[in-house]
Nanobody, 120 residues
Framework: QVQLVESGGGLVQAGGSLRLSCAAS????????MGWYRQAPGKQRELVAT???????NYADSVKGRFTISRDNAKNTLFLQMNSLKPEDTAVYYC??????????????WGQGTQVTVSS
């Protein structure tokens, strides 16, 4: 019973920046790990970055140093600051959340995705 809604995608030129947001709403106990994944046309979905509730982060090698993942736990919102964008970053970006509905149970949720297109 959790909904994830992404926003902030769009069309930018190579070298530009975008900031993606993912708002979580619904009924839950807590959100453990949140992350961003992306899927380019004709390719499989891949991990971009993850962040724990304590702020520990993990990045794909392809985006390390260019992207920054963050979260506002009070507002249940996830962010992805994307700098120095490259054409190969073009993809649909999906928000993911590992949601705990109790101390013993949980479920993984996905947003509908937001399109990011980087022109050369």
């Amino acid at each position: 019973q959790v909904q994830l809604v992404e926003s902030g995608g769009g069309l930018v030129q190579a070298g530009g920046s975008l900031r993606l947001s993912c708002a979580a709403s619904g009924s839950f106990f807590s959100i453990r790990v949140m992350g961003w994944y992306r899927q380019a046309p004709g390719k499989q979905r891949e991990l971009v970055a993850t962040i724990t509730g304590a702020g520990w982060t993990n990045y794909a090698d392809s985006v390390k140093g260019r992207f920054t993942i963050s979260r506002d736990n009070a507002k249940n919102t996830l962010f992805l600051q994307m700098n120095s964008l490259k054409p190969e970053d073009t993809a649909v970006y999906y928000c993911n959340a590992d949601v705990r509905h109790s101390t013993f149970s949980g479920y993984e949720y996905w947003g509908q995705g937001t399109q990011v297109t980087v022109s050369s």
